[in-house]
């Protein structure tokens, strides 16, 4: 067996505010979702490596947002932790068509 691919349209992009993040549930997951002032979009696990702190209520910088418990550093487009922390968490596919927001989930089938 393997696996497909399942796209989900999760917001109007329209609705996300810049540099803030938004938590999105997908098929029982909780998902951070960022739209960069540069208009990148990302999409990640909505719990830090660490502790679980809720990355979608940290700080953004640059391409990284900062875990609101203990401050951690996690890259949104790769999802790993910034040393001297080690860790990491998944990262979803994102794709933007016609102001909406669609995350790619991988599914087994």
């Not at 796209?7 to 960022?34: D, H, M």
């Not at 999409?43 to 702190?53: I, T």
Request: hydrophobic content about 40%.
């Amino acid at each position: 067996m393997g696996k497909t691919t399942l796209r989900v349209c999760v917001v109007k992009l329209s609705e996300l505010p810049v540099n803030i993040g938004k938590t999105v549930l997908v098929g029982g997951k909780s998902i951070a979702l960022f739209i960069l002032s540069n208009g990148s979009v990302y999409a990640l696990e909505n719990h830090c490596p660490h502790r679980g702190g809720v990355l979608a209520e940290g700080m953004v910088s640059g391409e990284y947002v900062f875990c609101p418990m203990h401050n951690w550093k996690i890259g949104m487009a790769d999802g790993l932790a910034q040393e001297p922390d080690e860790g990491c968490v998944r990262t979803f596919p994102v794709e933007v068509q016609d102001d909406r927001v669609y995350i790619n989930l991988e599914n087994p089938d």
